[in-house]
């Protein structure tokens, strides 16, 4: 169920204690990491998706504006 080292031999309660805790945080900022990544790639997708609508909104009226010329 838990994903475990195997331990060393000479290693004390509070040595493995103290390699928990590290390979906690290890995967601590691993998690972090990649949600950083997704929430750099959705304001991207946002902005990416507002540029899209305000360039076809700007289309259309620049085509109005020449049809009503």
């Known amino acids: 169920m838990t994903d475990t080292k195997p331990e060393e031999p000479g290693m004390t ?10 390979d906690r945080a290890e995967k ?6 990649s949600l950083e990544s997704l929430m750099k790639f959705n304001v991207f997708l ?22 009503w010329l």
């Open 28 to 33: 601590k900022e691993e998690k972090e990491t």
């Open 46 to 67: 946002s902005i990416s998706t507002l540029v899209a609508v305000a360039g076809a909104t700007v289309a259309d009226y620049i085509l109005m504006a020449y049809v």
């Open 13 to 22: 309660r509070q040595q493995r204690f103290a390699q928990w805790l590290m």
